[in-house]
């Protein structure tokens, strides 16, 4: 057993844990694809920070593309329906090099860490950087497909090799670079039922705790109730309203 090692153990799964976390602000939410298809999820709000809230997303599923996006704005632009399945797709292909990269760095060099010698712990150490590496190399190749400048490459690279518990949250950085476009209403609109319900529900969830930090008075509370309304009672998304994207702090 290495020295310290439970202390360092703790700090892989704290560090690899912070890149499972997004900040909404109160017209925000996560949007992702699961087996059963696209899902929607709001912050708690029991803890706000400079107007945002923190959303756990699950750790043990790093692989599922999660994307950030807001309800109220502009309309979703031409073209960004392909975008983002292009940037799913790449994903996708990316996954089974990140899930080498998460079973070394979460399971294996924990376990060297805890019960194997400092030699198994080089090895493990060792063929973690290389899958790491690997990884990146196939986001290099890849950065098309997400629209991923040689200075974003860069950042992402560096991040990843030098704190290498960042590495196995890789796609979930790579949707963080890449917020869903337009405005959440028009995408939940187009979604199939069940999905497209349950999401409904979620979004009016979201715009009720919305409204509640502003007095009846106020312009934005009519918008978010014209917008509630609009979002519930037609089957096409709102796509002729729109509200102000200023963020508000309670």
């Known amino acids: 057993m290495v020295p310290d090692a439970a202390k360092l153990v703790a700090l892989i799964v704290l560090l690899y844990g912070s ?28 803890l706000r920070v400079g107007g945002r809230s923190p959303l756990l997303l699950n750790p043990l599923d790093p692989l599922t593309p999660a ?19 292009q940037h799913r797709e790449a994903c996708r292909r990316l996954a089974p090099l990140v899930a080498v990269v998460a079973v070394l760095v ?10 194997g010698s400092p030699l198994a712990v080089l090895a493990c ?12 190399l196939g986001l290099w190749r ?19 090799l030098v704190c290498l518990p960042f590495a196995p949250g890789l796609i979930r950085q790579l949707c963080a670079a890449a ?8 995408a939940v609109a187009a979604w199939p039922e069940p999905a497209r319900q349950a999401a ?6 979201g715009i009720d705790a919305q409204h509640a930090l502003y007095d009846e008075e106020h312009p934005r509370a009519g918008d978010l109730r014209a917008y509630r309304d609009r979002l519930t ?7 002729t309203l729109s509200l102000s994207t200023e963020r508000t702090t309670p």
């Open 233 to 239: 009672q037609r089957s096409a998304p709102p796509a």
């Open 179 to 186: 917020p869903w476009p337009g405005d959440l209403g028009n």
């Open 19 to 46: 890149t499972s976390v997004r900040l909404l602000y109160a017209d925000e939410a996560v949007l992702w694809l699961a087996r059963r298809g696209f899902r929607l999820r709001l912050a708690t709000g029991f």
């Open 125 to 136: 150490a060792g063929l973690a950087y290389l899958a790491a590496g690997l990884s990146l």
């Open 67 to 85: 994307y950030r996006g807001h309800w109220g704005g502009p309309t979703s632009t031409a073209g960004a329906g392909t975008a983002m399945t």
């Open 106 to 115: 979460l399971l294996a060099l924990p376990l060297a860490l805890l019960f």
């Open 200 to 205: 409904l529900a979620t979004l009016c969830q």
């Open 142 to 160: 890849a950065r098309q497909a997400f629209a991923l400048s040689p200075r974003g490459f860069a950042k992402l690279a560096f991040e990843n």
